[in-house]
């Protein structure tokens, strides 16, 4: 089975504090993607990563930044967390290629982040 | 602008009857299209999944049908359980955009016993 963790289930940051989100998935995947899921808004892209040290923004990159050093650890960094970005927030990841079990992602079990 | 769209964003359903949710979607590039479950505080998982040379695919008691002409699809879920109660997604994929997915903004299923 494919398995996605990601470092904290809740999260509550202060306006202005630096914020890593991490992300491991054990399944050796090439894609690793970073949404967040709002009421009525579905998920939504803010980046994701094709490979070690690549990455591409998103529909919502502004106020993100990524970094990928290892295949299996993808992390999404507030650098000036807002009120706005409190969300929560989900990782994924996909094998690389065409057709449906590459595109079928796989989910960790998400971040609730409260920024006050 | 959207384009993957859930329109209704809850729907209740009695146990054992048929729960019907439906996903619009506007790109005709769209090669592909998934269905994910997600219960609270959960992350979304995997439900069914359909390619667009298919306009059916059943699995247990989830059916998924695709209307290319109406750029429409819908999930069926029969009978339905009180477990099924959670937040469905209905995503999108295209075979030139990198295996990203387009999802819709979810609806809310509830099953009531």
């Known amino acids: 089975d494919v398995k996605v963790t990601q470092s904290s289930r809740y999260l509550v940051k202060r306006t202005g504090e630096k914020v890593f989100l991490e992300c491991v998935q054990d399944?050796?995947?090439?894609?690793m993607f970073w949404y967040r899921q709002d009421p009525g808004l579905g998920l939504r892209l803010i980046y994701f990563s094709y490979d070690v040290k690549m990455k591409e923004k998103g529909d919502i990159p502004e106020g993100y930044s990524v970094s990928r050093e290892k295949k299996e650890r993808f992390s999404l960094i507030l650098e000036s967390a807002s009120t706005n970005q409190t969300s929560m927030y989900l990782c994924?990841?996909?094998?690389?290629?065409?057709?449906?079990?590459?595109?079928?992602?796989?989910f960790g079990p998400g971040t609730r982040l409260t920024v006050l | 602008d959207q384009q993957v769209k859930q329109n209704s964003p809850s729907l209740s359903v009695q146990e054992g009857r048929i729960s019907i949710l439906n996903c619009d979607y506007t790109?005709?590039?769209?090669?592909?299209f998934l269905w994910y479950k997600k219960y609270p505080a959960e992350g979304p998982t995997f439900l069914i999944s359909i390619s667009s040379i298919k306009d059916k695919n059943e699995d247990g008691r989830f059916t998924v049908f695709l209307n290319k002409s109406a750029k429409h699809l819908s999930l069926h879920i029969v009978p339905s359980q009180p477990g099924d109660s959670a937040v469905y997604f209905c995503?999108?994929?295209?075979?030139?955009?990198?295996?990203?997915?387009?999802f819709g903004g979810g609806t809310r299923l509830m099953v009531k016993p």
């Open positions: 994924a990841s996909s094998a690389s290629g065409t057709g449906i079990s590459t595109d079928t992602q796989y």
């Open positions: 790109n005709s590039m769209f090669d592909y």
């Open positions: 995503a999108a994929s295209a075979d030139n955009a990198g295996n990203m997915l387009t």
């Open positions: 399944m050796d995947h090439e894609n």
